[in-house]
Each structure stands twice: as structure tokens, then as C-alpha cells.
């Protein structure tokens, strides 16, 4: 535990990147009385964790991805009174529709799989109770695969929640601080160059996005990351129709009626990355396939129009599954990056996890399957 005198620029931790998963396990280490540096090389929430569609998703998880989800989906039902703020947060169905009874056949034994091991959450509904949450549907729909209750939250708002709450617990945020490289130090500890001097700590933890992979394997532990800018559009207002979030098998869709009317369609579309510029452009032939892809699903869609639309970077890995927990090459050494798309539900359960893991040195949740060894080869080599 680092004592009141501990330099300015020395902690018990430096997390890399201020998005939802660094702040989020600033945050909890904060909590556990661990001094913690930020170093964000833009502001919070610039990129992917203040840009997405705010799913707040358990609903078709990758089978490893599912104790965290639920574990963040507990800590979701508490996060007014934990961060002092509500952060958009609503309960509401995230559900997954079919079209076809090879889709449904495909649902079923999904759900099947998840109550063997043990999780009821996921649930078969018909056309009836789909219409119940959404009152403008195409007879194409034949039922759907639903977790009643999921939902949706303010991306921005909650990693600012975050962010503050990490800040009041003492944490330490660098904005417009770029981690240039990581060297350890005779003593043991890291030491974090940037152009605004060094900061040094025994452990780091690496959750910089879709950048983490060019700090990863300047330590010899190059990552296959592959840039990717899914899309956004928002349209006009609309009377209420729909009150869940709605996804569709064999077809990219995230899409929500907000409480002031307006529709927020993703899904995943990609636009253009450019992480070297910060930039993600949007394309407007994916835009429109979603535009078509929501009409023939929802025929009032067909009165809407597109305001606005927008793309984030985000870090996708080739299995669709992050890395995260320990480098296998360098003691004190963490990752959590490369959320491919669905990271946002996790933040909060994944920030208490590393800090357990970076705190303890365990945690009770399974990481092996988003080892960063499954890309690197080999076991702990210390
Ligand atoms: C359009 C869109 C829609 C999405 N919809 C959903 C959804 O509905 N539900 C869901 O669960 N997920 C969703 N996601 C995914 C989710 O937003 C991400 O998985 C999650 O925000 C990733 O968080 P992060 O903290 O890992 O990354 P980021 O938010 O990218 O944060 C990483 C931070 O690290 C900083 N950084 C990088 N390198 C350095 C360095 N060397 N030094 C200092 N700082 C550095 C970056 O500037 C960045 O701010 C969506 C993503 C997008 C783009």
C-alpha cells in the first residue's frame, strides 16, 4: 500500500486509458485503498466508451463472457446509489428476433445450453409477447430469444459516473497523457514514459482499446487487433412503440426507441477506422442496409428520418472475445482491452474483477479463455 508521501507521479497502479474499463477498475481499486494514476491520451469517454449504443446486454454472451455480464448486470441494479448517479440506466428486454424456423431451432438449443449450466436469464417468447414491447412489428417475425431484463444506459454519462467516482476515491487522471512505453526498473516497478515525464508503479494495467496492441508488443506480446468503427444513426422522433432493445438473427441490428421518441439503430456496421487520427467515418451504404433492415422488421420506421449518425473505434479481436488478466511475459503486468464491440455492459463487473486480480493476485472468475496467450502462445513465464 503506497504511503502519503508517495510521489506525484508514483502509484500502486497506472492504468492506461481512461475509457469505461480503466476507469472502471481505477475505480474499484481506488475502493480497495490502492493509489491509482490514470493516463488518458485524450479525455474520458472519448472513444468507444462514451460513443456506443449504451446495451446494457447479457443476451447471447459468449459462454465466457457470461459470469462477468452477470456479475456487472448486479452491479448495474445498484449504479444510481453506487456512483451517485443514474446514468440513463432503464430495465428493459434486450431481444434477439427470428425470421425463420431454422432461427428459432438455432435460439432453442442456445437457450437450452444456458439452463444446463445453470443460467435462466435467457427466455424463448412468441409474436405475442413480442408485440407487448413492440406495437409496430412485420408478420415476418415468428418469436425471439429474450432477456427481459437487460437494458440500456447513457454511454457518456456512465463512464463520467465513473470517472467521478474513481476521482472522489482518490484516483488520479492524467487527460492528454500518452503512455509512449513501459520499462521495468532495477526495484522491480514499471515505468511508464510519456512526453509529459515518467510515471512509475509495481503493476500496470493496459486497457488502452483499439491502441493497446502497440504497447502489447513492444513487450512482446503483439495482439491481432483488428480496428473497427461500428455505426450509429438516430432519427426523429417517433409516437412510442417500442419498448425493448432489439437485435435479429443473421442480420447486424441493435435498435431502441428512446424515452423522448427518438431511434437508435446500430448493430455493428462499419464505417471506416483510422486509429492512427483518431477518426472513425461513417459510410452510408451500411447505413442505409440498417435504414432498409429496420423498416422491413418495423413498418413505422418507413415515417422516420435519419438526424444523425456517428461511428466509434472500438478494438475487435479475430474470436470476438477481449484479453484479459496477467501477461504471461512481465509480473505485474494486466490487460483489458479488446472488447470487440460488446464491452460496454461489462465495464463495471470487469473493473472488479482486475482489481481483485491486480489487488490479490485471484480472482473466483474464469480469465483463461481470454488469456492473451491464446494469440501469443505459451504459459506464465514467471
Ligand atoms: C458505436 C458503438 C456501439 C457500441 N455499442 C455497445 C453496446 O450497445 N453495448 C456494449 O456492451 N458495448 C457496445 N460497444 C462496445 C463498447 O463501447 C466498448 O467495448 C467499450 O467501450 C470499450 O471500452 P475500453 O475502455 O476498453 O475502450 P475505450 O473506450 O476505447 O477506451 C480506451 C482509452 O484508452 C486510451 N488510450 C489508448 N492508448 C493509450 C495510451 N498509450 N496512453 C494513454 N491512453 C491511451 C484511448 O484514448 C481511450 O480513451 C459499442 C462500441 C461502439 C464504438
Same mark, same amino acid.
Given at each position: 500500500?503506497?504511503?502519503?508521501?508517495?510521489?506525484?507521479?508514483?502509484?500502486?497502479?497506472?492504468?492506461?486509458?481512461?475509457?469505461?474499463?480503466?476507469?472502471?477498475?481505477?475505480?474499484?481499486?481506488?475502493?480497495?485503498?490502492?493509489?491509482?494514476?490514470?493516463?488518458?491520451?485524450?479525455?474520458?469517454?472519448?472513444?468507444?466508451?462514451?460513443?456506443?449504443?449504451?446495451?446494457?446486454?447479457?443476451?447471447?454472451?459468449?459462454?465466457?463472457?457470461?459470469?462477468?455480464?452477470?456479475?456487472?448486470?448486479?452491479?448495474?441494479?445498484?449504479?444510481?446509489?453506487?456512483?451517485?448517479?443514474?446514468?440513463?440506466?432503464?430495465?428493459?428486454?434486450?431481444?434477439?428476433?427470428?425470421?425463420?424456423?431454422?432461427?428459432?431451432?438455432?435460439?432453442?438449443?442456445?437457450?437450452?445450453?444456458?439452463?444446463?449450466?445453470?443460467?435462466?436469464?435467457?427466455?424463448?417468447?412468441?409474436?405475442?409477447?413480442?408485440?407487448?414491447?413492440?406495437?409496430?412489428?412485420?408478420?415476418?417475425?415468428?418469436?425471439?430469444?429474450?432477456?427481459?431484463?437487460?437494458?440500456?444506459?447513457?454511454?457518456?454519462?456512465?463512464?463520467?459516473?465513473?470517472?467521478?467516482?474513481?476521482?472522489?476515491?482518490?484516483?488520479?487522471?492524467?487527460?492528454?497523457?500518452?503512455?509512449?512505453?513501459?520499462?521495468?526498473?532495477?526495484?522491480?516497478?514499471?515505468?511508464?514514459?510519456?512526453?509529459?515525464?515518467?510515471?512509475?508503479?509495481?503493476?500496470?494495467? %493496459?486497457?488502452? /482499446?483499439?491502441?493497446?496492441? *502497440?504497447?502489447? !508488443? @513492444?513487450?512482446?506480446?503483439? $495482439?491481432?487487433?483488428? =480496428? +473497427?468503427?461500428?455505426?450509429?444513426?438516430?432519427?426523429?422522433?417517433?409516437?412510442?412503440?417500442?419498448?425493448?432493445?432489439?437485435?435479429?438473427?443473421?442480420?447486424?441490428?441493435?435498435?431502441?426507441?428512446?424515452?423522448?421518441?427518438?431511434?437508435?439503430?446500430?448493430?455493428?456496421?462499419?464505417?471506416?477506422?483510422?486509429?492512427?487520427?483518431?477518426?472513425?467515418?461513417?459510410?452510408?451504404?451500411?447505413?442505409?442496409?440498417?435504414?432498409?433492415?429496420?423498416?422491413?422488421?418495423?413498418?413505422?420506421?418507413?415515417?422516420?428520418?435519419?438526424?444523425?449518425?456517428?461511428?466509434?473505434?472500438?478494438?475487435?479481436?479475430?474470436?470476438?472475445?477481449?484479453?484479459?488478466?496477467?501477461?504471461?511475459?512481465?509480473?505485474?503486468?494486466?490487460?483489458?482491452?479488446?472488447?470487440?464491440?460488446?464491452?460496454?455492459?461489462?465495464? %463495471?463487473?470487469? /473493473?472488479?474483477?482486475?482489481? *481483485?486480480?491486480? !489487488? @490479490?493476485?485471484?480472482?473466483? $472468475?474464469?480469465?483463461? =479463455? +481470454?488469456?492473451?496467450?491464446?494469440?501469443?502462445?505459451?504459459?506464465?513465464?514467471?
Amino acid at each position: 500500500m503506497t504511503q502519503p508521501s508517495q510521489p506525484a507521479r508514483s502509484a500502486d497502479v497506472v492504468v492506461i486509458g481512461g475509457g469505461i474499463h480503466g476507469s472502471s477498475a481505477a475505480l474499484y481499486l481506488a475502493q480497495r485503498g490502492l493509489s491509482v494514476i490514470v493516463l488518458e491520451k485524450d479525455s474520458v469517454g472519448r472513444h468507444a466508451s462514451g460513443v456506443n449504443a449504451g446495451g446494457v446486454r447479457r443476451l447471447g454472451r459468449h459462454l465466457a463472457e457470461v459470469p462477468i455480464a452477470v456479475r456487472s448486470r448486479r452491479i448495474w441494479a445498484t449504479v444510481a446509489d453506487f456512483l451517485g448517479d443514474d446514468c440513463g440506466f432503464e430495465v428493459a428486454p434486450q431481444m434477439r428476433l427470428a425470421r425463420s424456423e431454422e432461427h428459432l431451432v438455432a435460439m432453442r438449443a442456445r437457450v437450452a445450453e444456458m439452463q444446463a449450466l445453470g443460467y435462466h436469464h435467457e427466455v424463448m417468447i412468441g409474436t405475442n409477447q413480442i408485440r407487448e414491447y413492440i406495437h409496430s412489428l412485420s408478420d415476418e417475425v415468428v418469436g425471439a430469444v429474450a432477456c427481459l431484463d437487460d437494458g440500456f444506459a447513457q454511454p457518456y454519462q456512465t463512464t463520467f459516473a465513473i470517472h467521478r467516482k474513481a476521482r472522489a476515491l482518490g484516483a488520479r487522471f492524467h487527460e492528454g497523457v500518452r503512455a509512449l512505453g513501459l520499462t521495468r526498473e532495477a526495484g522491480g516497478d514499471w515505468r511508464v514514459a510519456t512526453a509529459e515525464g515518467d510515471f512509475t508503479a509495481p503493476r500496470v494495467l %493496459l486497457a488502452g /482499446g483499439l491502441w493497446s496492441g *502497440e504497447i502489447s !508488443a @513492444t513487450l512482446g506480446e503483439p $495482439v491481432p487487433i483488428i =480496428p +473497427f468503427a461500428p455505426m450509429m444513426l438516430v432519427t426523429t422522433r417517433l409516437p412510442p412503440f417500442c419498448n425493448a432493445v432489439v437485435g435479429a438473427a443473421g442480420v447486424p441490428l441493435s435498435f431502441k426507441q428512446m424515452p423522448n421518441g427518438t431511434v437508435v439503430i446500430g448493430g455493428g456496421r462499419p464505417g471506416r477506422p483510422d486509429a492512427a487520427t483518431n477518426r472513425a467515418e461513417t459510410t452510408f451504404h451500411p447505413l442505409r442496409l440498417s435504414a432498409q433492415t429496420c423498416i422491413s422488421l418495423f413498418p413505422i420506421m418507413a415515417e422516420a428520418s435519419v438526424v444523425r449518425t456517428w461511428a466509434g473505434l472500438e478494438a475487435e479481436m479475430p474470436d470476438q472475445i477481449p484479453v484479459v488478466g496477467p501477461s504471461l511475459r512481465h509480473e505485474g503486468l494486466y490487460y483489458a482491452f479488446g472488447f470487440s464491440g460488446h464491452g460496454f455492459q461489462l465495464g %463495471l463487473g470487469m /473493473g472488479e474483477i482486475m482489481a *481483485e486480480l491486480i !489487488a @490479490t493476485g485471484a480472482t473466483d $472468475v474464469d480469465l483463461a =479463455p +481470454f488469456s492473451i496467450g491464446r494469440f501469443t502462445g505459451g504459459a506464465p513465464a514467471y
